[in-house]
């Protein structure tokens, strides 16, 4: 049998890793229950926003230190994210943490129990890394929210030599096979000239009103576009006082869509937009992307058999098939290497993320459950990755 692979499905992969080996790592992650679950409640109750999130980076380094692993602060260059290792084996897994919270709505989006998870299957899987033939990763990669922390990292090597990756993510729903949009942003601003709208109009260049041709024009666009792609913004500056033609005005835009091939057809869509507003106004126009582009999420085939399979053993919901939702970050991962994101159900679909209610169930039972059972999964899909990628050939 050849090494499991990007390509190859899981599901036969044999062997797999020792079923009382295992266990073992099962047992580890339930050693470590308290100290994940108080991780959970502290990162919960002390929201940091993107390249904000000090203590959170902190608190996790600090419990991976205190169980054997290397941990390098401010890795890669981004001065909240850390890098740990544990072991020498063969194979290289990483587990994804994030951390950040939501401006005004703190873990709306329960990334506190994205942390303690990931460190809790890193901690399962420590004391038996060699064993498995793994190098255990943990990853910390602060701003998934707002500024594509995971893209920075990436470009900067943080995923150089890694076999495959992995997280985990609450949701009102149970979803093995992840599917996210990609999304680019783009911010826009108008400058004009300034006038008094009685006494010299004609003088005028009136950004306000680039802005508002812009609007119109974006608003028939979306007649033309596909199902899955969007575009959706705000203004956030457009004059100071009605009797003042502004020589300004300013917006904040997303797009989306289904597949990262689509996202710069629609972006140069979108953006001449914008320039139609110059345009027809007489103002100048300077469009900007202000982090990089949120590629789709790409399930491993392989991996995700893996996961599967580790998922429903370890307690998990039965998963449902979703078409896709949301971004994120993760998937400028997926499309480097073999990755994995499941979204595990904490609410029944009585809240989802980005609400306030999803804030207060990121530290329910639930939520507690999801941190130890997900823990428990990855930790299980790490083991079995390892143990079928080192048969040899022909095994």
């Known amino acids: 049998m050849s090494p499991l692979n990007a390509s190859e499905p899981a599901a036969s992969a044999s062997p797999l890793a020792d079923p009382g080996l295992k266990e073992a790592v099962r047992e580890r992650v ?17 929201p940091e926003t993107a390249f904000e999130e000090h203590r959170a980076a902190e608190w996790c380094a600090e419990l991976l230190r205190a169980h054997g692993f290397a941990v390098t602060p401010g890795a890669h260059g981004l001065p909240t994210a850390f890098d740990a290792r544990l072991g020498a084996g063969p194979v ?5 943490c994030e951390y950040d919270a939501l401006p005004g709505l703190g873990h709306a989006c329960g990334h506190n129990l994205i942390a303690a998870a990931g460190l809790g299957a890193a901690l399962g899987l420590a004391p038996y890394a060699e064993r498995l033939g ?38 009102p729903v149970e979803v093995a096979d992840f599917h996210s949009f990609a999304l680019g942003t783009l911010s826009v601003r108008y400058t ?70 689509d996202l710069a057809e629609l972006r140069a869509r979108v953006e001449d937009c914008f320039r139609a507003g110059a345009l027809a106004t007489g103002c100048e126009v300077e469009l900007t992307r202000p982090e990089p582009d949120y590629l789709d ?99």
């Open 297 to 395: 999420f790409r399930s491993d085939a392989g991996l995700l058999a893996l996961w599967r399979a580790n998922a429903a053993a370890a307690g998990r919901p039965e998963p449902v098939e979703s078409g896709p939702f949301a971004c994120t970050d993760m998937g400028n991962v997926s499309h480097a290497l073999p990755a994995i994101h499941p979204v595990l159900d904490i609410t029944g679909g009585a809240c989802g993320p980005h609400e306030a209610a999803f804030a207060e169930a990121a530290v329910s039972p639930e939520a507690d459950r999801a941190i130890v059972e997900g823990a428990v999964a990855m930790a299980w899909t790490a083991a079995d990755f390892a143990a079928a990628r080192q048969v040899p050939a022909g095994g």
């Open 30 to 46: 339930l050693a470590h229950r308290d100290e994940l679950l108080a991780l959970s409640r502290r990162i919960h109750a002390h």
């Open 134 to 171: 793994l190098t255990v990763r943990v990853i910390g990669a602060p701003a998934e929210e707002r500024g594509a922390g995971k893209a920075l990292l990436l470009d900067a090597g943080a995923f150089d030599g890694v076999d495959a990756a992995m997280m985990v993510h609450p949701c």
């Open 192 to 261: 004009g000239r300034a006038a008094h709208p009685s006494l010299n109009p004609h003088e005028g260049r009136n950004a306000a009103d680039a802005l508002t041709v812009a609007q119109v024009a974006l608003g028939l666009l979306r007649q033309q576009l596909p199902p899955h792609w969007r575009v959706h913004g705000i203004t956030t500056a457009a004059g100071t006082a009605p009797n003042l033609i502004p020589d300004s005005a300013a917006a904040e835009y997303e797009i989306r869509a289904s597949a990262a091939e």
């Open 92 to 96: 290289t897994v990483a587990v994804v």
